[in-house]
Structure formats: C-alpha cells, structure tokens
C-alpha cells in the first residue's frame, strides 16, 4: 500500500539544491566540452532552472589526464557519481578504475598510478554522465549536433550490436567520427565493446582502394570501371565456354551482407555454371541447422542469455571473440544470480563468473560431448572419462530452460550429440557461435560447394531449378580445393570477393599465376596483390542490407 512520490514541490527543490551543490566546482565550459548537447548535468540545470549559484568561492583547477590512448579525465567535471568505476568493474569485470580519498577530496583513479591498463572498452566514458571521461578518438572533433547519426550493424564479430555513427561531413567526403549506441537501442542496449566503438577508421582509411586495377606488363595499373568490368565479362565467358564452369571458382566473405551472398552464389551457379564456391568456414553451421531441424525453439537469443537460469559454455573465448556475449553472460550472473558451467581447454577469463568450471583437453571436445550425450553417441573410441564429467552431467540434467553455447571446437556429429543432450532437458536452447559479421548469413545464403541456400543439398536443388533454370548438380571444390586446382593449373579463373585466402593460407604466389583472378575487396591484400583485376569494394558502413548474428 506504499505510494512513492517521485514529482512535488519539494522534491524539485531539493534537485535543483543537489544540482546547484554538484556545479559548485563544476568547470561551465559547455562551449568547449565534448558531453555539451549530450550532458546529464546540462538537461538537470536546465530542467530545475539551477542556473544561478550561491557558491562564489574560486573553483579547484586540475589539469586534464590522459589515462590511456581512449581515455581522458577532466577531475574538475567529475560530479563523483561512480557509474564508471561500476561498469568497469561489476559489469566488465575488469576493476580498472577506484576511488581514492574521502569526501570532498575523493576522485577517481585508474588502476595504474597515472594511467589505466584496462580492456579499453570505452564504457566508462559512455556511461559518465558529464564531460569527466573523455574519448581519445572523438575529443574535440566536432560537436553533437553538427553529426548525423547513424544506426548500422558493427561489422567486428557475429554478435550483432547495434552501433550508431557520426558521421559529418569533410574536405574528402563524408567521414565516421564516432560510433556508440546513442539511443541503447538494439540487442546490446548499454553495451558496445572496444572493436565496435572504435575500430571504423577503415571506412576513410587512406589505403583504400577508390579505383579498379587491371594488370598491364606484370604490374597492377589504374583502369576505367568499364575497361575493369569488360576485361573480367570477357574472360569469364570465354572461359566458361572453353573449360567449363568447374574451371572457375569464387570465393566469398563472412562480411558482405546476406542480400551480396545470395546473389554472389546465385551468379556463380546460373551464370558462371559452378558449385566451386565457398568462403572462409569457422562454425559448422550445416550441421547445426540440421541438428535442430524440425525442433522449433531449440535456438537461444542473446535475450535468453542474459534471462536463462543457467548457461553451459563449451569453448570459444566470448570475451576475447564475443564481448556482447560475455556482457549478457556476465550480468545475467550478476543481476540474476544465473548458474554457468563453463568447459574449456584454457581457463577463460568468465571461469571467474563460474559455479563450476571444466579443463578438457584441447582435443577433449568431441569426447566431452559424447560423454554429456550418454551411451549410443560416438565416444571417439577414448575410454571413459573422469568422475567430474558424470558430477557435471548430472548437475546439467537438473538445470531447466539451460542454454547451450558451443564454439566452433564442436562440429559434425558433436553437435548431433550435442542436440541430443540438450533434448534430454526441458526448455533447454543452444547457440553455435560464429566467428565473423556475418558468417551466418554466408552459410544461410549457400556460400557452400554442396549447399545451396536454406541448406538444400546441391543434389536437392529442384525449387531452385524452377525459379533459376538449370544448375550444376555435382558437388563443387572447397576452397582449400580451388587453391589446390590453381596451383595444378586445372582452376582456370577465380573471383575472390571480401576474402584474403592467399594471406590467410600463406599461399605462394605462383600457385595463381596461371589463374586469371579478380578480387574485390577494399585494399590492396596479399590476395588482391596477385590478381588480374582488382574491383574496389564498399564495406558494410556503406551500403545497405541486412547481417545475420550468431
Ligand atoms: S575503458 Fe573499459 S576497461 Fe578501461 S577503465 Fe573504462 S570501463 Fe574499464
Ligand atoms: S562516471 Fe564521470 S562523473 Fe561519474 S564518477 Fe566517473 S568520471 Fe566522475
Ligand atoms: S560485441 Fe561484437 S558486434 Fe558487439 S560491438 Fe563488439 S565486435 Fe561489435
């Protein structure tokens, strides 16, 4: 029956004396401060009308500090509210940042006497409320409003975050001067790791390539789009029509959008008439679709990760290769008092969100699963692990509604295995963890030798055949077998698009040398080095189309 009052008189009063209090020694140099427009502390005074002080006492100077190669701290703006030495803490797990003193005198420092040895997240300076935490890649770049701000997809791993880009206008175009999520919208809300908030300078990187190249006497030489898309139109066709489509092989990117893929591997079987198209494979996600198939509700969404009772995380390092993922993990733990169970070669760093953690050896994997899965899995032929893993099963059994994330050290029948014991357990849900942007949508679209789109065998393809015509029906080469095929002289054309397998791969450059390759890409890679025709390409901040996540 408790009625909390949040709106009167008094309690307006009593903000606006708070607020008054807070810019007793707060520097007003709005005009210059990279939060003006963006400040808590500005949308406080200007709602409670603080803008008048009693307080004519001079105000304590400190000079700015320069904590890391992100982080700044101005101490005079700093209204000590200790978001940042929270996030960094209970919600990155990472405790860079404290408070010394006490009182009037506290302020905060970083973890290394005068500079901070930390995840260089940024989260701190995205949750300070004030102008206190700064940003060494956006200070005193521009202003709030003089951006236009962009909601896209981060391009950095398969997670998915929501980023917004600031993006204003330069002498060289249009240029990103920052990237956050403004409005905490998206699957990450509060949350976007280092990669996502920084790294975008590839977009107006000075090595980019902004025309097409065509190979003349030996040496890669500017060209005309027209002169580039004939030279590529006519080698092709002639190809095709002398060798046959096996002779020609594409390879395509977990980072060009769903839309790119599907029409990339549609070129490559209607138009060029082969299977030989692949791209750079981490997660096995055709045995994954098959697994679940016709299992509805058998996958987990970043939501039920940080909602889910408990989690059992078989590999992969989420917090070096999936932030957003370690994030869900992490609070979920925190906030929901959630049980996770981690299984791994190497002692990741959520172990120590863990009720219980599990060394397996690195090629303990397939073992460790079968083992969850019981008898009739294949064990691998290994005798029958430790007591712990029975300890573990059992634990996991009674674990209702658990989530199920496994890395790509589980594949082919593992994953069968896998599925199996997540059956055996009511409400349980699985994630198979892709590495890049968009892997998900690569393996979706068919970017696979013996898959076409939605997984249907090549062997399979009848719809397709009714809606595209006829389609080459064997199975195509991989791409380590179109590499194989270059260097026996038998692949006769490759088109690499968004992908580097020659730096990769550490392939030797004679192995194309008598392979007429076109690569599309945004620099000059170890790949593109080698080709007959480079095409510049758009990255993904550039265009429009869609991403699928993990
Ligand atoms: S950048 Fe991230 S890790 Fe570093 S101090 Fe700030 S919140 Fe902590
Ligand atoms: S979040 Fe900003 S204002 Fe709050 S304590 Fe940290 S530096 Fe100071
Ligand atoms: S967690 Fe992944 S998707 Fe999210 S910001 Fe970081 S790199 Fe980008």
Not at 99 to 119: F, G, Q, Y
Request: aromatic share 8%; net charge negative; hydrophobic share 35%.
């Amino acid at each position: 029956g408790m009625v909390v009052v949040t709106d009167s008189d008094e309690i307006r009063q009593a903000r606006k004396s708070m607020v008054e209090l807070l810019l007793g020694n707060h520097p007003l140099d709005c005009p210059v401060c990279d939060a003006g427009g963006e400040c808590e502390l500005q949308d406080m005074t200007f709602s409670y009308g603080a803008a008048e002080s009693k307080y004519i006492d001079i105000k304590s100077h400190r000079d700015e500090q320069q904590w890391s190669p992100v982080v700044y701290f101005d101490r005079p703006r700093c209204i000590l509210c200790y978001r940042c030495v929270r996030v960094c803490g209970e919600a990155m797990d990472v405790w860079a940042l404290g408070v010394d003193n006490r009182a009037v005198n506290s302020t905060i420092v970083p973890n290394k006497e005068d500079h901070l040895e930390c995840e260089e997240c940024g989260m701190c300076i995205d949750i300070c409320p004030v102008g206190a935490l700064t940003s060494g890649a956006y200070r005193y770049k521009t202003r709030p409003w003089e951006m236009k701000h962009v909601g896209t997809t981060c391009t950095h791993c398969a997670d998915g975050c929501k980023t917004t880009l600031g993006v204003r206008r330069s002498d060289t175009g249009m240029e990103i001067v920052r990237g956050d999520n403004r409005d905490k919208s998206g699957i990450n809300g509060d949350f976007l790791c280092i990669k996502g908030r920084y790294a975008f300078d590839f977009a107006n990187h000075e090595d980019r390539l902004t025309q097409p190249l065509v190979r003349r006497n030996g040496k890669l030489a500017p060209a005309t789009w027209e002169e580039a898309f004939a030279l590529v139109g006519r080698r092709f066709k002639e190809i095709r029509d002398r060798d046959g489509g096996q002779a020609i092989g594409v390879i395509g990117s977990t980072r060009t959008t769903n839309e790119e893929a599907y029409l990339l591997q549609k070129f490559a079987r209607v138009v060029l008439g082969t299977n030989n198209i692949d791209h750079h494979r981490t997660a096995d996600l055709p045995a994954f679709a098959a697994a679940i198939h016709g299992k509805p509700n058998s996958t987990a969404s970043m939501r039920d990760v940080y909602d889910a009772p408990a989690i059992l995380l078989i590999g992969n390092d989420p917090t070096e290769q999936h932030p957003l993922l370690a994030w869900q993990i992490r609070n979920n733990v925190r906030l929901h008092n959630a049980r996770l169970y981690v299984a791994n070669s190497e002692e990741i760093k959520l172990h120590r969100q863990a009720v219980s953690f599990t060394q397996i050896p690195n090629d303990g994997y397939h073992e460790f699963v079968s083992f969850l899965a019981g008898p009739g899995s294949d064990g691998g032929g290994r005798p029958s692990p430790q007591k712990s893993w029975a300890d573990l099963r059992e634990k996991l059994l009674a674990e209702p509604k658990l989530v199920i994330i496994f890395g790509s050290e589980i594949f082919g029948n593992s994953i069968q295995s896998l599925t199996k014991f997540a059956a055996g357990i009511p409400g349980a849900k699985l994630i198979c963890l892709a590495d890049y942007a968009n892997s998900r949508g690569a393996a979706d679209m068919g970017l696979y030798p013996d898959l076409l789109p939605g997984y249907f065998a090549v062997s399979d393809g009848n719809k397709f055949r009714e809606e595209w015509g006829s389609l080459p029906q064997k199975t195509g080469l991989s791409l380590p077998e179109m590499l194989e095929g270059a260097k026996s002289g038998a692949l006769k054309a490759l088109y690499v698009i968004g992908a580097n397998p020659v730096g990769r791969l550490n392939v030797a450059p004679a192995d194309l040398k008598n392979t007429f390759t076109v690569v599309q890409d945004m620099f000059l890679t170890e790949t593109a080095a080698l080709a007959d025709v480079v095409i510049p390409a758009a990255n993904a901040y550039e265009k429009s189309g869609t991403f699928t996540n993990t």
